[in-house]
C-alpha cells in the first residue's frame, strides 16, 4: 500500500509540474484514499496529499473544490498540536497561492508572511 501511495503521489506532482492539473487528480485522489485507510483521516501525513489537490484543483479552475480540499488541511494542523513548522509552513503557502488565485490579495500576504 505505501509503495502504491508514493507513486500515485508522485504520478500527481508531475502532472501538476507539467501543467496538466486535471490529470493529477485522479492520482492524488488514489494517493489520498490509500493513505487515509493506512493512517487515518486526521494523521499529518495527509496533508502534503490535500495542498497538491487543492494545488491541482485550482489549476483545473475548480476552486470549491480546492477550498474543501485546504480546509480539510487546515483542519488536520489544528487538531495536531505537535504539527511542525515545516508543515504549516507548506499549509500557508498553499492557502496564500490559493488567495492569489481567488484575488484576495490581503489575505495572501497574511498566509504568504506567515509561510516565511
Known amino acids: 500500500q505505501e509503495s502504491l501511495v508514493a507513486v ?7 502532472f501538476v509540474w507539467a501543467g496538466q ?8 485522489l488514489q494517493a489520498l484514499r490509500s493513505s487515509s485507510r ?3 483521516p486526521a494523521s499529518l501525513h495527509l496533508l502534503p496529499i490535500y495542498l497538491l489537490l487543492a494545488e491541482a484543483s485550482t489549476g483545473a479552475g475548480r476552486p470549491r473544490q480546492a477550498a ?6 487546515q483542519w488536520i494542523v489544528l ?3 505537535d504539527c511542525s513548522a515545516a ?3 507548506k499549509l500557508h503557502q498553499g492557502l496564500g497561492l490559493f488567495c492569489i488565485a481567488e484575488g484576495n ?7 504568504l ?4
Open 38 to 40: 493506512l493512517l487515518g
Open 8 to 14: 500515485a503521489l508522485s504520478r500527481a506532482q508531475c
Open 79 to 81: 487538531q495536531s498540536p
Open 113 to 116: 508572511a506567515n509561510d516565511v
Open 68 to 73: 474543501k480540499y485546504l480546509s480539510q488541511a
Open 105 to 111: 490579495l490581503d489575505q495572501a500576504l497574511y498566509h
Open 21 to 28: 492539473p486535471l490529470e493529477a487528480i485522479p492520482a492524488a
Open 87 to 89: 508543515l504549516q509552513s
